[in-house]
């Protein structure tokens, strides 16, 4: 959930701005796979953060992992200002890049700079929370995430039309949130982490900094190669017109909505991974797999039925514009096929990295995105020009592929750690 929430600000704007029109939703496209980015480099690093110290609570080293803690927290901040720094630079000619123009280019530009200014805050919250998930405790991060997604909520319609401060409202309102969430996030690790953390356990040590960094950053560049790819598809999606990028983009906060909850899911599969195999409890490893990786298919089949039959239910939640909405609807009855898949890869991948194993997860959506999908989706649409549709199919054979892949990867790891001493 707390990861789920924390895409949710991205969603929350984008159901608020959609009533602007579609070039404002055109923007919060656009602006998509860059605040995709930020998350991206976030949650990866809480990844190396959660794996690490998860192990060495399971290894019963409550002082290493305290250290660890300390770590991972400088390495986020670290990693937000280097990320604030290339936003920075780069921002207006990699927007140019993607195909954003005039008016949704200016307002996708002023969304992402003072989302980028946040990333301090975004980072050290989710580090934070990480700690508390590591421990077990995955009710208090929840708490910091609701309380930041329900502020975020209330801000945004009074940033936005109140104050008649359009796109740029709703990240101002996305940073107050942020604040306010990490000071409660900070409040919590005070009174209620079993980790004491004090300089007293800080030690520097430049091969936890690795660890963390050897599973964060794989990671990070598993989430970072989505982004990429949207920009990629955003960039061939542009020539079809503002209404057909407007329902992409509508398309990609459902895609959300969907991947998100499997993410999280995962991520308690990381934490728990990490533990058993910590403890050396191999038989209790397996078994939680298997569960995992079952609960979120079956998430996944209900989505797609629920989103085949009734799919304006949930895309008025951001728009109202009938032409977005038409084209979103055909587009989404393909999509849906890709969440199945989708559920194992991220199943997969997730056990893996608390395993201690952050390289598969980097290699096996590295092909799922750029070896099939994008390389069928440029042919399809630039070579042949069809419909902008058979992007979801493109997207659904790079999903067969990486689920197919990820399976056989983690079956063989299990089967020798099973098989060892």
Same mark, same amino acid.
């Given at each position: ?11 929350? /704007? ?6 602007? #029109? ?18 991206? =480099?976030?949650?990866?690093? #809480? ?13 019963? /080293?409550?002082? %290493? ?23 920075? &630079? ?12 005039? !008016?949704? $280019?200016?307002?996708? @530009? /002023? ?8 990333? =301090? ?12 998930? @590591? ?17 975020? &909520?209330?801000? /945004? ?8 401060? #359009? *796109?740029?409202?709703? %990240? ?26 004090? $300089? ?8 936890? &900094?690795?660890?963390?960094?050897? +599973? ?30 407007? @329902? ?10 969907? +991947? *998100? ?21 191999? $038989? ?7 569960? @995992? &990786?079952?609960?979120?298919?079956? =998430? ?22 009938? !032409? ?11 999509? *849906?096929?890709?969440?199945? =898949?989708?559920?194992?890869? *991220? ?16 290699? +096996? ?19 042949? $020009? ?36």
């Amino acid at each position: 959930m707390a990861t789920l929430m924390q895409t949710m600000y991205n969603l929350v /704007d984008t159901a608020y701005i959609g009533r602007l #029109g579609a070039a404002p939703l055109a923007a919060l496209t656009f602006s998509f796979p860059l605040f995709f980015t930020l998350v991206s =480099f976030n949650v990866g690093m #809480g990844v190396g953060l959660n794996s690490t110290v998860a192990r060495l609570i399971g290894a019963g /080293d409550e002082a %290493a992992a305290a250290n660890t803690v300390l770590h991972g927290i400088a390495s986020s901040l670290l990693c937000a200002g280097v990320l604030f720094l290339l936003a920075e &630079i780069f921002l207006n000619p990699l927007l140019t890049i993607l195909g954003a123009r005039a !008016e949704v $280019h200016r307002l996708a @530009a /002023d969304y992402m700079r003072i989302i980028a200014a946040g990333a =301090f805050f975004m980072f050290a919250m989710y580090a934070i929370n990480c700690t508390f998930t @590591a421990q077990g405790d995955t009710v208090t991060p929840m708490k910091v995430q609701f309380f930041t997604l329900l502020l975020n &909520i209330v801000l /945004d319609p009074l940033f936005i039309f109140t104050f008649n401060l #359009g *796109i740029t409202g709703a %990240a101002i309102a996305t940073d107050i949130a942020l604040i306010c969430g990490l000071i409660l996030a900070i409040f919590f690790l005070q009174r209620r982490s079993a980790l004491r953390l004090s $300089h007293k356990v800080w030690h520097f040590s430049l091969i936890t &900094i690795k660890e963390i960094f050897a +599973i964060g950053l794989p990671a990070s560049f598993t989430m970072l190669l989505m982004a990429i790819y949207m920009m990629g598809i955003n960039r061939m999606i542009s020539g079809y017109g503002t209404d057909t990028v407007a @329902a992409l983009g509508l398309i990609t906060r459902l895609d959300s909505a969907v +991947i *998100i909850p499997m993410v999280a899911f995962s991520v308690a599969l990381l934490t728990l991974s990490a533990l058993f195999y910590g403890s050396r409890r191999y $038989h209790l490893l397996n078994k939680i797999i298997v569960f @995992a &990786i079952l609960v979120n298919i079956s =998430f996944a089949l209900l989505c797609s039925i629920t989103m085949f039959f009734w799919p304006q239910i949930f895309l008025r939640f951001f728009t109202n514009e009938a !032409e977005p909405l038409r084209l979103a609807v055909s587009y989404l009855r393909l999509e *849906i096929l890709s969440f199945p =898949f989708l559920a194992i890869t *991220i199943s997969c991948n997730r056990a893996l990295q608390g395993l201690g194993y952050g390289l598969p997860g980097l290699v +096996i959506n590295g092909t799922r995105l750029f070896i099939v999908a994008l390389p069928l989706a440029a042919f399809f649409t630039i070579y042949c $020009h069809y419909n902008f549709r058979m992007v979801a199919i493109a997207s659904l054979c790079g999903s067969i592929t990486s689920a197919t892949i990820a399976g056989i990867w983690l079956k063989k790891r299990l089967t020798i750690i099973l098989a060892g001493p």
